[in-house]
T-cell receptor
Framework: SQKIEQNSEALNIQEGKTATLTCNYT??????LQWYRQDPGRGPVFLLL?????KEKRKERLKVTFDTTLKQSLFHITASQPADSATYLC????????????FGAGTRLAVHP | KAGVTQTPRYLIKTRGQQVTLSCSPI?????VSWYQQTPGQGLQFLFE???????NKGNFPGRFSGRQFSNSRSEMNVSTLELGDSALYLC?????????FGPGTRLTVL
């Protein structure tokens, strides 16, 4: 069956450290994968997109990697801040899926001062 | 540029009723997608409209329907509401691949 999985446990880290979130998928051939941030009671906010032929993408303190052999994406926040505390969602688009995003359940990140 | 707007923000209905939710995309965006978010199932894709045509559909029953108008505004309709339809309904618009989500409509079915 098709699955997209993220760490179900909340991730607690100390301010200034690097947070690493994992997204694994099974039985998909994603054309690209996206990461979103969602705060309570609000819609998700787009962070980064990485295509199937890309290994790594960076944007300011954010970095995402994509390994199509391992069927895994890693999302890193360096020098984390309490304001980074939120739920982070990975989402993929299956080849030919236009804008049909298939979301993981999300990982809650808590950054403590 | 104004963001994606959704109306109403909150709605309470009873079982068996029907409901219509509205979404205004970012100006210039022709693609509008709808998602349902619940604590148990997470974010699930309902359907996508592009230039007034349904381009993609998720695995929801026929009670869930939508449409898009020539100005790209979109509506979704749920008929014969069930308790399990209580959820946050999110609309997203896009120009290319990045999706911009609205604040959602919180639907409660009693």
């Amino acid at each position: 069956s098709q699955k997209i999985e993220q760490n179900s446990e909340a991730l607690n880290i100390q301010e200034g450290k690097t947070a690493t979130l994992t997204c694994n998928y099974t039985n998909y051939s994603p054309a690209y994968l996206q990461w979103y941030r969602q705060d309570p009671g609000r819609g998700p906010v787009f962070l980064l997109l990485i295509r199937e032929n890309e290994k790594e993408k960076r944007k300011e303190r954010l970095k995402v990697t994509f390994d199509t052999t391992l069927k895994q994406s890693l999302f890193h926040i360096t020098a984390s801040q309490p304001a980074d505390s939120a739920t982070y969602l990975c989402a993929l688009v299956h080849s030919g899926g236009y804008n049909k995003l298939i979301f993981g359940a999300g990982t809650r990140l808590a950054v403590h001062p | 540029k104004a963001g994606v707007t959704q109306t109403p923000r909150y709605l309470i209905k009873t079982r068996g009723q029907q409901v219509t939710l509205s979404c205004s995309p970012i100006s210039g965006h022709r693609s509008v997608s709808w998602y349902q978010q619940t604590p148990g199932q997470g974010l699930q894709f309902l359907f996508e409209y592009f230039s007034e045509t349904q381009r993609n559909k998720g695995n929801f029953p026929g009670r869930f329907s939508g449409r898009q108008f020539s100005n790209s505004r979109s509506e979704m309709n749920v008929s014969t509401l069930e308790l399990g339809d209580s959820a946050l309904y999110l609309c997203a618009s896009s120009l290319e691949h990045e999706q911009f989500f609205g604040p959602g409509t919180r639907l409660t079915v009693l």
